[in-house]
């Protein structure tokens, strides 16, 4: 989970992480004000699985 984090900060998201360990990255566009371009969610179901959403914001 530390990678896709250190992989998610280097392209410019910003990182989330709730209570039970779901991990969101926040894409901003130029314009703070505005709402973000993009969000994605990683949701580790185990040690061997794993979901990855994008959603358009």
């Given at each position: 989970?530390?990678y896709?984090?250190?992989?998610?900060?280097e392209?410019g998201?910003?990182?989330?992480?709730?209570?039970v360990?779901?991990?969101?990255?926040?894409?901003?566009?130029?314009?703070?004000?505005?709402?973000?371009?993009?969000?994605?969610?990683?949701?580790?179901?185990?040690?061997?699985?794993?979901?990855?959403?994008?959603l358009?914001?």
């Open positions: 989970m530390e896709l984090k250190q992989q998610m900060q392209i998201l910003i990182i989330k992480e709730d209570d360990g779901n991990v969101y990255g926040i894409l901003l566009g130029k314009d703070p004000a505005l709402p973000s371009i993009v969000s994605a969610l990683i949701s580790i179901q185990s040690e061997t699985q794993a979901h990855l959403m994008v358009p914001a």
